[in-house]
C-alpha cells in the first residue's frame, strides 16, 4: 500500500516516459506507429489493454464475421495487400494482416499489452500527460487516443438479462466455450454484426429467434473468392493492384452524393433492397415486417446474400414486438409471448457517443471528455483535437465516420496530420498546442449545417451517429479526399501555444 506522505510505492514500478503515448493498438494505433517508425522516431510507446495487435479485428471473432468494405479498398496505403483472398476479407485474415503490418514494421516491441489505462491527465505546469495504468505510470509529452470508436459494447437495458441461466454474450465478446449446437438461442439486434451471425450460425441451432427493434435496409454482397489468376495478377503487377483500388475508392466515394447531399438519389436503391427482399423472402407477413420505415443509408446499409434467405427456414423466426424481461430460461415479450431460450447472443452494438473511455482523460481544467462533452456536445476540431485537452490527438474521433468508404483512408489522413504536428512543435520548440475554442466551434457549425441536408439527419430513424443532444457528432459529411485536403498539413494558428523555456 502507499505511503500516506506521498513517498513512492516501493512495489510499484517506476513511472516510464515516452514522448509520445498512444493509447489503443487496433488500426489505428498500428497505422500511427508504423508511421512513426518511418520518420525513424523510437521515443513512443503504445497501451494496448488486449494481448495482441487487432482492436475490434481481433475482439469480433462471431461466426460470419467479415468486413463489407472491398479487401483491396480496406487495407493500409503504405502496406498494399497482394494476397487478400477474397473480394471481402474475414475477420481472420484482416486480423492476420494487421498482425504481419505489425510485424513487418517492427513496432510490437513499442507496444505494452495487457497494459488497461484507468486515467490520463493533462498536467499543465509540467506540460505533459500523466497516466495511471494496470500497468503502472507513464508521461508523455504528446497522447494519442486511438481507442478506437467500435469497441465497447453496448449492453441493453432490459429487464432481467442478469437473471438469464444460460450463456449470454456480447457478439464482440463472442463466447467460444458456449457450444449452440442443438439449443434455442436468440439473437437481439438486426445490425451490421447480427446480419452475419444469423446466416453463420442457423444450420448449428434447433431454434433461432431473431429480435427485431429496426429493421435494416439491405443489399446484394458482391462477395466472391478471387481466382488463381487474379490473385497472380495482383502480385506480379503492382500497377494492377492500384488500379483496382483506385477504381473501388471512387465508385465508393461516389456514394456521398445520395448519402451527404441528395438523399432523393438513393430512391432507385431503396426500389432494389426491397425487390431484394420480395425476392429472397417467401412469406409476406415475414416480408413486410423485414421492410424498413425510414430512408435508406439514415441507419448503416447493410451487404448480405443470406439474412433474408434464413428466415424460409422453419426454425428462424422473426420477433418484433418488444422484449418485456428476461427471465432464467426465456423471454418475455411485451404481446405476451413467452420463449423457451438456452443461450441469448446481444448484437446491440457499441457505445460510440458516449464512450466510457471518455471517463478516462482530464484536460487542463481537470474536467474529463465525457464532461465537456456532456456541456457543450461531441465537438471536435478534425475529428482530432478538442478545446482544454492540450497535446491529445484522437483517431478516428467525432465526425470521422464513414458510410461509405474505407476507414482506414480517414486513420491515415489524421495520422498524416497528427506526423506534421509532431514536426511542427518539434521545429518550432513548442511545448503544446491547444485547439482554439473558436477554431473549434467554427469546424462543428460548418460539419452540422452540412450534415443537417444529410441523409442520416433527415431520413426518420433514431442511430448511434446521434449523441445525447441530438447532434449528428459521427459521420464525416463529405467525400473522404476533402477530410484528406483539411488534414493534409497541421494548421498552427488555429491552436495556442505555449513554448519551452
Ligand atoms: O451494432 P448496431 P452492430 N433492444 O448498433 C439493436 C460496424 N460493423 O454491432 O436499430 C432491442 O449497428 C439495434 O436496434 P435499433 C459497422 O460500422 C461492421 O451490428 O437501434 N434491440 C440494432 O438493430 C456497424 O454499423 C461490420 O432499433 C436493441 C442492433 O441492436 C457497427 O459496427 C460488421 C437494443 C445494434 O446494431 C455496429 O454494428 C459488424 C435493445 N435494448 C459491425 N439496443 C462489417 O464490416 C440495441 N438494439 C460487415
Known amino acids: 500500500m502507499a505511503a500516506v506522505t506521498g513517498d513512492p510505492d516501493p512495489?510499484?514500478?517506476?513511472?516510464?516516459?515516452?514522448?509520445i503515448i498512444v493509447i489503443g493498438g487496433g488500426l489505428a494505433g498500428v497505422a500511427a506507429a508504423v508511421r512513426f517508425r518511418l520518420k525513424g522516431w523510437d521515443d513512443f510507446l503504445i497501451l494496448e489493454r488486449g494481448?495482441?495487435?487487432?482492436?475490434?479485428w481481433r475482439d469480433n471473432t462471431y461466426p460470419g464475421a467479415a468486413c463489407d468494405v472491398p479487401s483491396h479498398l480496406y487495407s493500409y496505403s503504405f502496406a498494399l495487400n497482394p494476397d487478400w483472398t477474397r473480394s471481402f476479407s474475414e475477420q481472420t485474415e484482416i486480423q492476420d494482416y494487421i498482425r504481419k503490418v505489425a510485424h513487418r514494421y517492427d513496432i510490437r516491441r513499442r507496444h505494452v499489452f495487457g497494459c488497461e489505462v484507468t486515467d490520463a491527465r493533462w498536467n499543465d505546469a509540467a506540460g505533459r500527460w500523466e497516466l495511471r495504468t494496470s500497468k503502472g505510470r507513464f508521461t508523455a509529452a504528446i497522447l494519442v487516443g486511438a481507442w478506437g470508436a467500435l469497441c465497447e459494447p453496448a449492453l441493453p437495458?432490459?429487464?432481467?438479462l442478469d437473471t438469464f441461466g444460460g450463456p449470454i454474450f456480447h457478439?464482440?465478446?463472442?463466447?467460444?466455450?458456449?457450444?449452440?449446437?442443438?439449443?434455442?438461442?436468440?439473437?437481439?439486434?438486426?445490425?451490421a454484426s447480427a446480419v452475419q451471425i444469423v446466416p453463420a450460425i442457423a444450420d448449428q441451432v434447433a431454434e433461432l429467434?431473431?429480435?427485431?427493434?429496426?429493421?435494416?435496409?439491405i443489399l446484394p454482397r458482391l462477395e466472391r473468392r478471387y481466382t488463381k489468376a487474379e490473385r497472380l495478377a495482383f502480385r506480379r503487377l503492382p500497377f494492377y493492384r492500384r488500379l483496382v483500388r483506385s477504381v473501388l475508392y471512387w465508385a465508393h466515394e461516389a456514394q456521398v452524393v445520395g448519402l451527404a447531399r441528395r438523399p432523393m438519389l438513393l430512391?432507385?436503391?431503396e426500389r432494389l433492397s426491397r425487390a431484394k427482399l420480395r425476392y429472397e423472402?417467401?412469406?409476406?407477413?415475414?416480408?413486410?415486417?423485414?421492410t424498413p420505415d425510414y430512408r435508406l443509408g439514415c441507419k448503416r446499409i447493410l451487404l448480405s446474400n443470406s439474412y433474408y434467405p434464413a428466415f424460409n427456414r422453419e426454425h428462424v423466426r422473426l420477433v418484433t414486438t418488444r422484449i418485456d424481461k428476461v427471465g432464467v430460461d426465456a423471454i418475455a415479450t411485451a404481446d405476451g409471448g413467452l420463449h423457451d431460450t438456452d443461450a441469448i447472443i446481444l448484437a446491440t452494438g457499441f457505445q460510440v457517443t458516449d464512450s466510457p473511455t471518455y471517463r478516462k482523460i482530464f484536460g487542463r481544467h481537470g474536467r474529463s471528455l465525457c464532461e465537456v462533452f456532456d456541456d457543450v456536445g461531441r465537438k471536435c476540431y478534425k475529428g482530432t483535437a478538442v478545446a482544454g485537452f492540450p497535446n491529445l490527438f484522437i483517431l478516428v474521433g467525432p465526425n470521422t465516420g464513414l458510410g461509405h468508404n474505407s476507414m482506414i483512408f480517414m486513420i491515415e489522413c489524421q495520422v498524416n496530420y497528427l506526423v506534421d504536428?509532431?514536426?511542427?512543435?518539434?521545429?518550432?520548440?513548442?511545448?503544446?498546442?491547444?485547439?482554439?475554442?473558436?477554431?473549434?466551434?467554427?469546424?462543428?457549425?460548418?460539419?452540422?449545417?452540412?450534415?443537417?441536408?444529410?441523409?442520416?439527419?433527415?431520413?426518420?430513424?433514431?442511430?448511434?451517429?446521434?449523441?445525447?443532444?441530438?447532434?449528428?457528432?459521427?459521420?464525416w459529411p463529405g467525400f473522404s479526399y476533402e477530410f484528406r485536403q483539411v488534414t493534409r498539413t497541421f494548421d498552427l494558428d488555429a491552436y495556442h501555444t505555449s513554448h519551452a523555456e
Request: hydrophobic share 30%.
Open 11 to 19: 512495489a510499484e514500478p517506476p513511472e516510464r516516459h515516452a514522448h
Open 51 to 56: 494481448d495482441d495487435v487487432g482492436g475490434t
Open 157 to 160: 437495458d432490459i429487464p432481467g
Open 171 to 191: 457478439s464482440a465478446r463472442w463466447s467460444h466455450e458456449a457450444d449452440l449446437t442443438g439449443k434455442k438461442v436468440a439473437v437481439i439486434g438486426t445490425g
Open 209 to 217: 429467434r431473431v429480435y427485431q427493434r429496426t429493421a435494416p435496409w
Open 267 to 269: 430512391k432507385p436503391v
Open 281 to 290: 423472402v417467401r412469406d409476406p407477413e415475414v416480408r413486410r415486417r423485414l
Open 421 to 475: 504536428a509532431v514536426e511542427t512543435m518539434r521545429r518550432r520548440r513548442i511545448r503544446s498546442v491547444e485547439v482554439r475554442a473558436d477554431a473549434q466551434d467554427r469546424f462543428s457549425r460548418t460539419l452540422q449545417d452540412k450534415l443537417s441536408r444529410s441523409v442520416w439527419n433527415t431520413g426518420r430513424c433514431s442511430s448511434w451517429y446521434m449523441d445525447k443532444h441530438g447532434a449528428n457528432t459521427t459521420m
